[in-house]
């Protein structure tokens, strides 16, 4: 067989039959093979050329607030917001971030052998890897293709770096390279880093910090300043300093300046309630009429507004952490507009265990308390109340199955007779079980769905007369949407969290006439008709008119504050997530330092009026304050005596027990000392009244009242009123002492 011959320079040559092969013949054949396979995995290595690609990777939306600037809220992917073209970035800033990462980055293609080879030879002096001698392209490379950090990796980097070279410019590269580079806490870009260390933007750094953020990239966590490596920050900035100055690049001045300025670190404010607003975007955008929606939306919120309003509640939580208080939310909203400006949920590090710290407060329903009370005399007020219409705040007493719920005011004080004004300005319960019995309960739910509490889903008669005290639950942002409306004359208004020049402004029902509207209004900012429970020097009354409501949910779970001006309309909530109660918290003390001072920093450049005040309105005399002095109030136009019965006066009946009412005896206290309350309503104090226990009468008195000694067993109740129009029997009502 004659084997394959081939010609070099007109010289013939055979190869030798591979039985007469040596040593050195099959060494450089498995040589041959063995640089053939590893061109073949080393090829297989590489990365495809769609991954070798600068532009930015924005997986989500771009969220703007309202002045253009970003919304970043994660900073755990690519930087696509804070992106900063090469010809922004500060000169000294570049020229540091060369020196300090790749000095020969103009010069190289990709791989600078010259840093590799000076990289192995302190290596090899020093027993270890002192620095890896990557160039800025290898790390572009490392940061579009994750490898392993291993040797074999590091090969493969060379290759594609070579490949990224060639087609892209040193200018984009570098320029990827400024705006991705890892920080610590997963910032990324210088932008973002200067925001994360000193709050400010790039142009504003002094030549330190500039410096800083070319150092922190070789050990983003181990020169973290605000992880305790501040002091080893320090000196490798001044040699890069040093350096700089050695090749030119600092003047002498520059570097004394900069040798000179200490390291001024200030956190940017956490703005942690992104995330959940985010979520609100994409429905509005999602029901949005629009077929696509745009990468970068411009939003309503107001960033300076939500870093105050942040610190604001994280402050006040922190003050009030000793009384078991550690959840809160804030919603402030543009009144003639609808737009949110800002939307907080209080902050919580990653270290923090505060239950329910990921949650978002604002649309999380929770018993509102007092702060639904408002739409109920709005309501009373359309169905034929005026606020000086006279109620009675007595103890009451209701039926819930076999046992007798008593209601109280906040003070567990009772006024007697009070103006509706008077009841609706300290927030008191029994006038507002009145309230709701003289509207209806499904009526007055009817009107809550239509200003959009969705999250009221039972019936009215699941929710009884509870409801005018707040035993349903509402969100924040439900209760805001219903003053909003409150705050423009009754008319419901959608809330807006997208800017669109274009749309026009939704008008919804009218909920409330103006009359009644405006009314609640101005009675939630006279500050006098809150005297009796508030005081006169109260937390709620503000320099300029404002209209505030609070309220606090059983065992003090939920502490409210809604306020409107003539511009904004805001709401608070404090409480804590996992259902635990606080220690004694209220709308007052809790959320109504916070809300006092948004309306100040809201108000600071004085561009205020007074709340809007219907024309059927106007100013009558009044003399129901404390301390018995007369002003004019507001009051419908039209003329209504102050003396109308609140509705039809019933005829006697027994009010104490109720039917079927359960009672415990409690053997631990003396017998003479456990008395029960007989009571009969719609009877005078001059009436005559016999009450029969079985059928046997055991006392006779002037009134409806009697303290009846509580005895085990079953028994039924029979009263006999007399009266003007001849004795009446009542009864019998049967009940049991266990």
């Known amino acids: ?120 030879w302190q290596g090899l002096r020093a027993g270890r890897n002192v620095r890896g001698a990557s160039t800025i392209t290898e790390q572009v490379v490392r940061m579009l293709v994750p490898r392993p950090r291993t040797l074999w990796s590091k090969w493969l980097e060379g290759f594609d770096a070579r490949r990224l070279e060639a087609r892209a410019t040193k200018s984009d590269i570098l320029e990827f390279y400024l705006n991705q580079v890892p920080y610590a806490a997963n910032r990324r870009g210088i932008a973002e880093a200067a925001r994360y260390y000193f709050n400010r933007d790039l142009d504003t750094l002094d030549g330190r910090e500039m410096l800083t953020l070319a150092v922190l990239p070789r050990a983003p966590s181990g020169l973290d300043p605000y992880r305790g490596g501040a002091k080893i920050l320090d000196r490798r900035t001044l040699r890069l300093a040093t350096g700089m100055r050695r090749a030119g690049f600092l003047t002498g001045d520059d570097w004394q300046r900069i040798v000179e300025t200490p390291l001024d670190l200030s956190r940017a404010p956490r703005r942690t309630a992104i995330g959940h607003f985010r979520s609100y975007v994409e429905r509005q955008l999602a029901a949005s009429p629009r077929r696509a929606a745009p990468r970068r939306v411009v939003t309503t919120l107001d960033s300076g507004l939500m870093d105050f309003t942040q610190s604001l509640l994280d402050e006040r939580l922190a003050a009030l952490a000793g009384r078991r208080v550690h959840n809160g939310a804030v919603l402030v909203v543009d009144r003639r ?18 239950p329910g710290r990921y949650l978002d407060a604002v649309l999380i329903p929770r018993q509102p308390g007092s702060a639904l009370k408002p739409f109920l005399y709005a309501a009373a007020f359309d169905a034929g109340w005026s606020p000086g219409i006279r109620v009675e705040d007595a103890p009451l007493s209701e039926a819930v199955g076999t046992g007798l719920h008593q209601f109280n005011n906040y003070s567990h004080q009772f006024y007697g007779e009070v103006t509706v004004r008077q009841a609706l300005g300290n927030s008191l319960n029994i006038p507002a079980v009145h309230a709701v019995n003289f509207v209806g309960p499904e009526r007055y739910l009817s009107l809550l769905h239509e200003l959009g509490f969705g999250s009221l889903k039972k019936s009215a008669g699941f929710y009884g007369d509870g409801l005018a005290l707040g035993n ?73 008119q404002t209209a505030v409501k609070t309220g606090t949910s059983t065992d003090y779970r939920d502490a409210w504050a809604v306020g409107y001006d003539s511009r904004y309309v805001i709401g608070i909530w404090m409480g804590n997530l996992d259902q635990s109660p606080t220690d004694g918290i209220t709308g007052s003390t809790g959320p109504g330092l916070v809300l006092r001072g948004l309306f ?32 004019q109030v507001y009051d419908y136009r039209t003329s209504i005596s102050y003396e109308r019965p609140v509705a039809d006066v019933p005829g006697p009946f027994i009010q104490n027990p109720t039917p079927n009412l359960r009672l415990a005896y409690d053997p631990r206290l003396p017998a003479d ?16 009244v016999k009450w029969l226990v079985n059928g046997e009468q055991i006392a006779e008195t002037n009134g409806g009242e009697l303290m009846w000694p509580v005895r085990r067993g079953a028994y039924a109740l029979t009263a006999l009123v007399e009266t003007a129009d001849g004795e009446r029997t009542l009864g019998p009502v049967a009940f049991s002492v266990r």
């Open 600 to 631: 100040a920093y809201l108000n600071r450049d004085m561009n205020t009026g007074r709340l809007p005040l219907s024309a059927g309105l106007l100013l009558k005399n009044n003399c129901d304050f404390v301390d018995g002095a007369c002003a």
């Open 337 to 354: 507009s609808g737009e949110i400006l800002s939307w907080v949920v209080a902050g919580a590090d990653a270290a923090d265990t505060t």
């Open 472 to 544: 349903g639950e509402v969100s924040l942002l439900e209760l805001v949407r219903g003053f909003t409306a409150l705050a423009n004359e009754g008319r419901a208004m959608p809330l807006r969290a997208v800017v669109d020049p274009q749309a026009r402004l939704p008008l919804g029902a009218q909920v409330f006439s103006p009359d009644a509207a405006t009314m609640i209004g101005n009675i939630l900012s006279d500050p006098w008709a809150r005297v009796m429970e508030f005081g006169r020097y109260s937390t709620l009354n503000l320099p300029v």
């Open 673 to 688: 000392r456990q008395r029960f309350r007989f009571a009969l309503g719609s009877v005078g104090k001059d009436d005559r």
């Open 1 to 120: 067989m004659n084997w394959l011959r081939w010609s070099i320079d007109r010289l013939d040559w055979t190869p030798p039959a591979p039985r007469l092969w040596r040593w050195r013949h099959w060494a450089a054949l498995a040589c041959l093979v063995c640089a053939s396979g590893f061109a073949v995995v080393t090829w297989a290595g590489l990365a495809p050329d769609a991954e070798l690609n600068l532009k930015p990777r924005a997986a989500a939306r771009i969220l703007l607030d309202r002045q253009g600037r970003p919304l970043a809220e994660d900073f755990s992917g690519w930087n696509v917001q804070s992106l900063v073209p090469l010809y922004s970035v500060p000169s000294v800033l570049r020229q540091a971030v060369l020196t300090a990462e790749d000095r020969r980055f103009y010069a190289h293609r990709g791989v600078d052998w010259i840093a590799r080879a000076h990289a192995l």
